[in-house]
């Protein structure tokens, strides 16, 4: 008897081992960039409560804003993050991770695009700029305005002209596909946010880690989706 209750113990452990379970992204620890960065696929997105707090943001930021900024260019960028936060009702973290995404958080980024149309600290479409500006010359209006320029719209064409608000706003309040819609000016399948037109396929997965305290651009990390970012 003991031995065929051992034997079907082993018997029932060997079946439990050789049963596949489901594929999960890994969970991410908000840990000031230390985590590995992963791809999200599909329509999968951190959910807002996992997201790290602002103050770790804030702080992982500031660890390359100090060379690229003046303390007080910092200062008036995170001071405009929670100012039109607040009045748009977007998540203060979003923005920022937004911010990250598109400038770095240089207020002095350069147009990106051949045309030099996409402007400022959002990089959007007939936005303001500090581009070439000298050291602390980024006036603290324009760093206000770069974001109010990202967060409202500039009424321009092409993507992103819209702004983060309308984006969240006209796809049912979801950051997911509202990082989709400004990066594209669309959401083209929104089962499928790797799917990005003229845009970049990684765009909301890297802003998804943004959100977790995870840089993924910083070396080492997996290159996801083949766009050759990370």
């Known amino acids: 008897m003991y031995t065929t209750k051992l034997i079907s113990l082993l018997s029932l452990s060997a079946l439990i081992s050789?049963?596949?379970?489901?594929?999960?992204?890994?969970?991410?620890?908000?840990?000031?960039?230390?985590?590995?960065?992963?791809?999200?696929?599909?329509?999968?997105?951190?959910?807002?409560?996992?997201?790290?707090?602002?103050?770790?943001?804030?702080?992982?930021?500031?660890?390359?804003?100090?060379?690229?900024n003046s303390q007080r260019e910092s200062n008036d960028l995170k001071s405009a993050i929670q100012t039109y936060a607040s009045s748009s009702g977007l998540d203060q973290r979003f923005i920022l991770s937004i911010v990250m995404q598109e400038s770095g958080g240089f207020v002095r980024k350069e147009p990106n695009d051949a045309g030099g149309?996409?402007?400022?600290?959002?990089?959007?479409?007939?936005?303001?700029?500090?581009?070439?500006?000298?050291?602390?010359?980024?006036?603290?209006?324009?760093?206000?305005?770069?974001?109010?320029?990202?967060?409202?719209?500039t009424g321009s064409w092409p993507a992103g002209a819209e702004g983060l608000s309308g984006c969240y706003t006209a796809n049912g309040n979801q950051y997911n596909l509202a990082a989709r819609c400004y990066n594209t000016g669309t959401v083209p399948d929104a089962s499928d946010l790797s799917q990005a037109g003229a845009g970049t396929s990684s765009y909301v997965s890297d802003v998804g880690n943004r959100l977790m305290g995870i840089d993924p651009l910083a070396p080492g990390h997996v290159n996801c989706l083949g766009n050759g970012a990370y």
């Not at 990089?123 to 320029?149: E, K």
């Open 18 to 68: 050789a049963t596949p379970t489901p594929h999960l992204p890994r969970r991410q620890t908000p840990s000031s960039g230390s985590s590995q960065a992963i791809c999200y696929t599909g329509a999968s997105f951190p959910d807002i409560s996992t997201w790290a707090d602002f103050g770790t943001l804030w702080s992982d930021a500031l660890a390359s804003l100090t060379n690229l």
């Open 117 to 153: 149309r996409s402007k400022g600290l959002l990089q959007i479409n007939g936005g303001h700029s500090c581009a070439y500006l000298p050291w602390d010359g980024c006036r603290t209006d324009l760093i206000s305005q770069m974001v109010v320029d990202g967060v409202q719209g």
